[in-house]
């Protein structure tokens, strides 16, 4: 009777040899299609849209950049005739100041003062009284920044400037002397830098910034002031009872665009 063994690995009979399974050698598995983006390829192919993609962001930040700048948009002039009392500059009823503009700085009765052909002061009278601005941001903060140097050094001068407009201007202009003589008395003080906060052509706020020395110790004081066109100028507005400037104490001078002399 034939015989045979069973085994978990292989089955023998008397009339046939063991079988053995095949190496890897001889029946190879099966290759996985490969992922095209992960070829070197497919690296380079995403390296070349990131590039791209990072070039038009780059490219629409500077065409934005180009019409307006960190300070704000450059004013816009109109066609009006200029309704300054001197007959200076044009008229601008929007925008901002943008860019610090040019200046020269003149040294008047102690104070350190930017003035300029083209903003003004036009009139610059002997009692101190600056006076015929140009009707827009620039020339507001010319103004803002005479206005702001007077009263800052108030041991120069024996009265306050004619710098107010308004039914309550005398009444504040007695206040602001009070004010900055009790402040500034025993102090130098410079201009430092501005931020302008509102500016519509006919109102606008510009906050000043001034540094202070006293002969022991420096401090910086924020000056903002609300300004109003009157009468063919720009004016310390006195239209309210409350008084158009306010004082605050700052720690340093970021945040303003540089204005010194």
């Not at 001034?210 to 002969?215: A, E, I, L, Y």
């Given at each position: 009777m034939p015989?045979?063994?069973l085994?978990s ?6 009339d046939?040899?063991p ?7 001889e ?9 095209f983006w992960?070829t ?6 995403i ?10 962001v780059?490219?629409v930040?500077?065409?934005?950049l180009s ?5 704000g ?8 005739p ?8 044009g008229v601008?009823l ?5 860019d610090t503009?040019?200046?020269?700085w ?5 104070a350190?003062?930017p003035?300029s052909?083209?903003?003004?002061p ?5 009692d ?10 620039r020339?507001?903060?010319?103004a803002?920044s005479?206005?702001?140097?007077q009263l800052t050094?108030?041991a120069?001068?024996e009265?306050?400037?004619?710098i107010f407009?308004?039914e ?7 206040e ?7 402040v500034?008395?025993?102090?130098d003080?410079a ?5 302008l906060?509102?500016?519509?052509g006919?109102?606008a706020?510009?906050d ?11 401090s910086?004081?924020s000056?903002?002031?609300d300004?109003?066109?009157a009468?063919g100028?720009w004016?310390?507005?006195?239209t309210?009872?409350e008084?158009?400037i306010?004082l ?7 945040g303003?665009?540089h204005?010194?002399?």
């Amino acid at each position: 009777m034939p015989w045979c063994r069973l085994d978990s690995a292989v089955m023998t009979t008397p009339d046939s040899k063991p079988k053995r399974q095949p190496t890897s050698s001889e029946n190879p598995p099966q290759l996985q299609e490969s992922n095209f983006w992960t070829t070197g390829k497919g690296v380079l192919t995403i390296i070349g849209i990131a590039v791209a993609a990072t070039a038009v962001v780059i490219t629409v930040i500077f065409s934005t950049l180009s019409n307006d700048n960190e300070f704000g948009q450059p004013a816009t002039y109109t066609d009006i005739p200029t309704d300054s009392v001197c007959g200076l500059g044009g008229v601008a009823l929007e925008g901002s100041i943008a860019d610090t503009p040019d200046a020269e700085w003149v040294e008047y009765r102690g104070a350190w003062l930017p003035v300029s052909e083209t903003y003004g002061p036009g009139n610059a009278a002997s009692d101190g009284e600056f006076s015929c601005f140009e009707h827009s941001p620039r020339g507001m903060l010319f103004a803002a920044s005479a206005y702001t140097g007077q009263l800052t050094n108030p041991a120069y001068w024996e009265d306050i400037p004619d710098i107010f407009a308004g039914e309550h201007a005398e009444a504040h202009r007695a206040e602001a002397e009070e004010l900055f003589t009790t402040v500034f008395a025993e102090a130098d003080t410079a201009l430092g830098g501005f931020r302008l906060v509102h500016y519509d052509g006919d109102t606008a706020q510009i906050d000043m910034a001034v540094t202070s020395f006293d002969g022991t110790e420096t401090s910086r004081t924020s000056v903002v002031l609300d300004m109003v066109w009157a009468d063919g100028d720009w004016k310390i507005a006195a239209t309210d009872t409350e008084l158009g400037i306010s004082l605050k104490p700052i720690p340093d001078l970021i945040g303003y665009q540089h204005w010194s002399a």
